[in-house]
């Protein structure tokens, strides 16, 4: 870039400088919902400070691309490709993994960046000059008290506005009586700083800043104004009379104006101007902020190092008792008084660093989107403070590394100027992901006394001129979530299967809070508590001057309580992230009586749900020890473990805790600190009775809050109350330690061994027994239940038998009949249960074949196709022999099946010879035969060892999230029907969230994690446009702490685990073919490295899917309120099905729902302490229906006997069988619908086809009537009886239905 481009006016930049000379450039492959997803976050609270850029400097070496917004590089297209042209592509296919990524990183900034002096923001730069003559052109005032400024300002603002306005004064405000003149005089220096004049400007979906440098008068200000407040009381005054005069100027018929705090610290208010909605301006979504600055010899800067104090604590303490304690160092507000002087001397250095590095602009800009889309600025309707990382703090950090980076002794650039954006950016990143902040201070050069910064706690960056911390204020859980991000994005950005630019750059997950934590608490706290009282001999001094340092009443709380949750769980999370909420009004910014939210966000770690929390020693450790005890209280323990060592430990469980509770652990430690330390009231759920009673034991001295005061704060969250709905009914707390998925798998390991132990009894040898159910494999709704759980007390309302595969020997005497095959299975199974009953006589062996109540009719060889028929057990499991056993160690009921090898091959060969044959029909029943096969002995058990893997060894929470979302589709009537997702599609769904977290972030930590992240794949995922992996082989490597310690310690940030890109390749060309096949057309589809093709489990239809995202959306918008507003009295909705949208309802009689009891708990639709209905909300329309339904869920449960008197049925549904019948009967009229786990109603809709008028002819399958005076061309015409196909349902479902409600004719 030439260097007259851009001239610097003084230490600074003159407004309105710059030409930019690119073109207005149209959008390549601007889709608006990706647009609006990228656009979703703007740090508007942060420093805007970047650098520069030129457009004709923008271009990567050797590319041949169009620049900036518009102006492209043409060349003859005589000629071909030249050398240059051809490396320009092999160099960005191997620094991008694809010339794809390169041009969405170009496109990406071409549609953000806002450049000073474009076409675009041509009227910005008028409006900036108008605001530049105005603050030049304002009235000075003399000097005078506070009080009359006070009073002055008041008028003014009265006389612009019609409403008083005050001076934004800092906490403390000047006393009565104070000795301070304040004058106001027109600002010397007005300059256009930050991003935008650096060509760094990144617009957003909110907005972008423009910073409007005010430079006060040095004749304003004395030697010692930088004691005791004077200098901000000034600047308060300064910024209030610019805001009076600015509403006096015709700028108020353009802008809406008002104050704002800058890093939210009360002590640097600045003029905010928001373009009004009807102006042209408002448009471009830009925010002009004017800040207050003075000159670098205004003050003397050397005085205000961080170890110096400049707050006198007699002056907090309102005396003049000079020697009341000792004086702390106030190392922020020293920062604050240094960071106002070098605005100027900032916005040079990065000027040059600009000139020095072409592309450190773009990688910077680059910085910005990536930190804005990870800034979490509301949830809900709550709005949020913004955090005081900033994107100038990233903009220094890279120049770091670019000019003269120092640290371990090592002096020198990390990056070099020659690099482009993308190398810029991915050094910065991996950077960030390696370097604590917290524990390694970083400098500009040498010549910063480090001694001086370091002493300090706290992330150091001492800035060039060695003056000031550009980190100071930046709170320490700030920097870990910041490393935490950076660390998952530099995996992201160096795998070697993908192209993650979504992840890094697009992805609003990352903003939003129900998601991107794996816990996530709403504190409503009284203020009044935590801070230090401000008058009066009950003032503790050292308090009330280290509550002062953090600049704001609420960050100073903010920071307490991150400490204290960081400090006690450091070993079961990651990150504690603390968000407050903003201030209702700019008023209450100062104020001590009041109540205020936080949101807290927990990132567990791989000890999240251990259950002892190892402390330290008391005799090599009594300062440690003395910590734990006051951080725990009576919940510390001294005990001796197995290595002879004795420590303070807390128990927070037995070894037979279910899985459900261990989930629990880390919000139930949470709930306890915050009752011990702060007197915090939470749910029952959160707080166990006994954990209160030991937290109100005892409390430590420094402890604050009335544990029984009815203004203690309130702390609520969804992580414990959502995983209700996991449970059922009739599983007591008395059960629960024996109901476990842990007990069935051992009571399936032993079986194996008993069967195992008879092959010398068998013809073959018994090679393995292969586990398919999904109580097997930890993802049933509910794990397994035992027939008798106490002495003599059964329960066989319904017994769910578990399927497996019993696996012989090879051999080549199977027979080569279809039938006889069948037949030789089933003497192998009839011995099987001989030999069994014989070694095991108390147990109860059945032998039974599918074929019962079907007749003789072979459906494997006549094309009758069970997925047709469409009942769950049909769909799921060939018609066959099989052998029940009851188990008696473990009262399970396991139903075993030949698999049989040469059946497989057998089928495929027949069908085989009728394709030659040209037998079409007879070859599409064979082939579909072979595929029903393929699904029962091979699939489904390969499928079964992924999911176990999954669940048992890398991911604890993927067993309550497949448990969460399959109890939402079956809620939702959309599980595991004729027209539902099957299960194994759900595991899968749930699946992909842990293997492959496409939204940019870690695998979930827990449950509720995970189920919100399954909603959001379901909401968000674009299913005609991207294929969708399942990568079981990277299941490891998605545990990011494991790969971020590994890469950290490596500083070598890539991963080899899972899908190679070949395999990536080929699936998606898998997937290109699809869509060209027109096999996609957005239904929900998902594809595995051993499923490329997704034939498996088969597609869900677009309609459907359409209807998941619906109702996904919906669900994730009532979780949200749920947490914005503290209350969960909406919860029960995410589970209830709106039954409005059906045609027709069948209620069905209680008494024959047999799995009624795996409906969820009635404790799930409690909200606030209220039983809530279970079912059909109040806005439910069929009056008829609503007595019945409602508090459903207290329902007496016929738990303790089948509702036929016959305790030998098992896997017996009255209800999956006559929906069964329903499909076959009516499946081209009526799809529907139900609830498979215990669901009261059968919803139906018409098909679209039955709706429309036929002709009428003799034969239309299906019940008809003609309408008068109607026809189809020449004949009459006909439609479907809908009153007469009910009545028939009726019929078929005597004893079962109770009542039918049509909604729609």
């Not at 923008?58 to 240059?84: C, W």
Request: hydrophobic share 45%; aromatic share 6%; glycine share 6%.
């Amino acid at each position: 870039m030439a260097a007259g481009k851009r001239k610097l006016a003084g230490a600074g930049l003159a407004t309105h400088s710059t030409k930019h000379s690119r073109k207005d450039q149209t959008r390549v492959e601007a889709d608006d919902s990706s647009n609006e997803s990228m656009m979703s976050s703007e740090d508007s609270g942060a420093e805007s400070d970047s650098s520069m850029h030129d457009a004709d400097e923008l271009k990567l070496a050797g590319e041949n691309h169009e620049s900036g917004v518009g102006g492209s590089t043409e060349r003859s297209k005589a000629r071909g490709a030249t050398n240059a042209e051809i490396m320009a592509l092999n160099e960005a296919s191997l620094l991008f993994k694809s010339n794809l990524f390169k041009l969405q990183i170009d496109e990406l900034l071409s549609e953000t960046l806002v450049t000073a002096g474009s076409k675009v923001t041509r009227d910005l730069d008028a409006a900036l000059k108008q605001i530049r003559d105005v603050l030049v052109a304002m009235d000075s005032t003399k000097e005078m008290t506070v009080d009359a400024a006070t009073n002055l300002v008041r008028k003014l603002g009265k006389q612009a506005t019609g409403h008083a306005v005050a001076i934004p004064f800092p906490d403390p405000a000047p006393a009565a009586g104070l000795a301070l003149k304040l004058a106001f005089e027109a600002p010397d220096v007005v300059n256009v700083v930050g991003s935008y004049p650096l060509g760094m400007a990144v617009r957003t979906q909110r907005s972008f800043n423009v910073d409007v440098l005010a430079q006060m008068p040095a004749q304003m200000f004395q030697e010692r104004d930088y004691m005791n407040y004077r200098y901000f009381y000034k600047r308060a005054f300064f910024v209030a009379m610019i805001r009076v005069q600015l509403h006096a100027s015709a700028l108020n018929e353009l802008f809406d104006i008002e104050f704002e705090l800058l890093r939210s610290d009360t002590r640097l208010p600045v003029v905010v101007l928001r373009p009004k909605s009807d102006t042209r301006l408002s448009k471009l979504g830009c925010v002009v902020r004017i800040q207050p600055s003075i000159a670098p010899d205004t003050l003397p800067l050397r005085r205000l190092m961080p170890d110096r104090n400049h707050v006198r604590a007699a002056y907090v303490a309102g005396t003049t008792d000079a020697d009341l304690v000792a004086e702390q160092a106030t190392p922020q507000y020293n920062a604050a008084v240094v960071s106002d002087a070098l605005q100027l001397t900032h916005m040079k250095y990065l000027f040059e660093t600009n000139e020095q590095c072409t592309e450190f602009g773009r990688a910077a800009a680059l910085l910005r989107v990536w930190l804005g889309q990870r800034t979490v600025q509301h949830i809900g309707q709550q709005q949020l403070m913004a955090p005081r990382i900033s994107g100038f703090a990233l903009t220094m950090v890279l120049a770091w590394l670019v000019r003269s980076a120092n640290s371990g002794g090592v002096t020198g650039a990390r990056l070099s100027s020659s690099m482009d954006a993308h190398q810029l950016f991915k050094g910065a990143i991996e950077f960030l992901a390696a370097h604590d902040f917290n524990h390694g201070a970083l400098q500009f050069g040498t010549d910063a006394d480090m001694t001086v910064f370091g002493a300090q706690s706290g992330a150091v960056l001492v800035d060039p001129s060695a003056s000031v911390n550009v980190l100071a204020g930046v709170q320490p859980w700030e920097l870990d979530a910041l490393r935490l991000h950076a660390q998952q994005t530099a995996l992201d950005l160096n795998h070697h299967s993908a192209n993650h630019f979504s992840r890094v750059f697009l992805s609003a997950a990352l903003t939003d809070v129900t998601a991107k934590y794996d816990h996530v608490f709403r504190l409503d706290i009284d203020m009044a508590p935590f801070l230090a009282a401000r008058f009066g001999s009950e003032m503790n001094v050292t308090a009330r001057a280290a509550e002062l340092e953090h600049g704001h009443p609420v960050v100073a709380v903010q920071h307490r309580i991150a400490q204290l949750l960081s400090t006690a769980l450091a070993r079961q999370t990651r990150l504690v992230a603390v968000h407050a909420g903003a201030d209702a009004s700019f008023d209450d910014r100062i104020k001590a009586t009041r109540r205020h939210v936080f949101v807290v966000g927990v990132v567990t770690s791989a000890d999240a749900q251990r259950l002892v929390d190892l402390g330290p020693s008391p005799d090599a450790q009594p300062q440690d020890a003395a910590q734990f005890r006051t951080l725990w209280g009576d919940r510390a323990e001294l005990r001796r473990f197995r290595d002879g060592s004795i420590r303070l430990a807390t128990v927070w469980g037995a070894n037979a805790m279910p899985l459900e509770q261990r989930a629990q652990i880390v919000p139930r430690m949470l709930a306890f600190l915050l009752r011990r330390h702060f007197g915090v009231l939470a749910q029952p759920e959160l707080l166990h009775a006994d954990d209160q009673s030991t937290a109100d034991c005892a409390r430590p001295s420094e402890a604050i809050g009335d544990v029984t005061a009815e203004s203690a704060g309130r702390l609520f969250s969804l992580s414990s109350r959502i995983v209700e709905f996991a449970s059922t009914r009739d599983l007591s707390e008395s059960d629960t330690d024996r109901v476990t998925f842990e007990a069935a798998i051992a009571g399936f390991d032993q079986l194996q061994r008993e069967v195992k132990a008879l092959e010398e009894k068998l013809p073959l040898r018994v090679l393995a027994l292969h586990a398919v159910a999904p109580g097997l494999r930890y993802a049933s709704l509910a794990p397994p239940k035992p027939l008798a759980l106490a002495q003599g007390r059964g329960d066989d309302a319904y017994v769910e038998p578990l399927h497996v595969l019993v696996e012989f020997t090879t051999s080549n005497k199977w027979p080569d009949d279809m039938a006889a095959l069948h037949k030789v299975k089933s003497a192998f199974l009839l011995r099987l249960a001989e030999c069994y009953a014989a070694a095991h006589p108390s147990t109860h062996v059945d032998v039974s074949s599918r074929f019962f109540g079907y007749g003789a009719q072979d459906g494997l060889l006549t094309g009758a196709s069970s997925v047709q028929l469409a009942g769950a057990d049909d769909f799921d499991y060939e018609r066959d022999s099989f052998v029940d056993i009851r188990h008696i160690s473990s009262g399970l009921t396991f139903r075993l099946s030949v698999l049989c090898e040469p059946e497989g091959a057998l089928l495929a060969h027949k069908a085989q010879e009728m394709v030659r044959a040209g037998l079409s029909a007879q070859a599409d029943a064979l082939q579909c035969a072979h595929r029903r096969w393929m699904r029962t002995t091979q699939w489904r058990a390969m499928h079964h060892r992924q999911i176990l893997d999954l669940c048992q060894r890398h991911h604890p929470a993927a067993s309550l999230t497949i448990r969460l979302l399959k109890r939402w589709l079956s809620r939702h009537m959309l599980l595991g029907q004729s027209v539902g997702v099957p299960d194994e599609t759900a595991e899968l769904l749930a699946a992909r969230v842990f293997t492959d977290p496409w939204n940019g972030l870690a695998a979930p930590g827990s449950a509720y994690a995970g189920f919100v992240r399954c909603l959001q794949l379901l909401a968000e995922w674009r299913w005609t446009e991207d294929m969708c992996v399942v990568d079981f082989a990277a299941a490891g490597s998605a545990d990011s702490e494991d790969s971020a310690r590994v890469a950290s310690a490596r500083r070598v940030w890539t991963t080899t685990d899972g899908l190679s890109a070949d395999a990536y390749a080929t699936l998606q060309a898998a997937f290109d073919a699809a869509i060209q096949r027109k096999d996609v057309r957005g239904a929900l589809r998902i594809v595995t490295a051993e499923d490329p093709n997704a034939e498996w489990w088969g597609t869900v239809s677009p309609v459907l899917t359409r209807r998941l995202q619906s109702l996904a959306r919906a669900s994730l918008q009532t979780i949200t309120d749920c947490i914005s507003l503290g209350s969960d009295s909406t919860l029960s909705q995410v589970f209830t099905a709106p039954l409005t949208d059906y045609d027709f309802v069948i209620k069905l009689d209680k008494d024959v729902v047999c799995r009624q009891y795996e409906q969820p708990p009635a404790s799930a639709f409690t909200s606030d302490g209220v039983q809530s209905p279970e079912s059909a909300p109040r806005k439910e329309v069929f009056k008829n229906l609503l007595p019945s339904m409602q508090h459903t869920s207290q329902v007496h449960v016929k738990q303790h006997a089948n509702v036929f008197g016959q305790s030998d049925l098992v896997g017996f549904d009255p209800v999956a069988l006559f929906v069964r019948d329903l499909v076959g009967v009516y499946r081209d009229s009526i799809l529907f619908f139900n609830d498979v786990h215990g669901g009261r109603c059968i919803a139906g809709l018409w098909s679209p086809t039955a709706r429309k008028t036929h002709p009428f002819t003799a034969s239309m399958g299906a019940n008809m009537m003609l309408l008068e005076h109607e026809k189809v061309g020449t004949k009459p015409a006909a439609t479907l009886n809908k009153r007469a196909i009910v009545e028939e349902i009726i019929r078929l479902g005597e004893g079962l239905v109770e009542n039918v409600v049509i909604q729609n004719e």
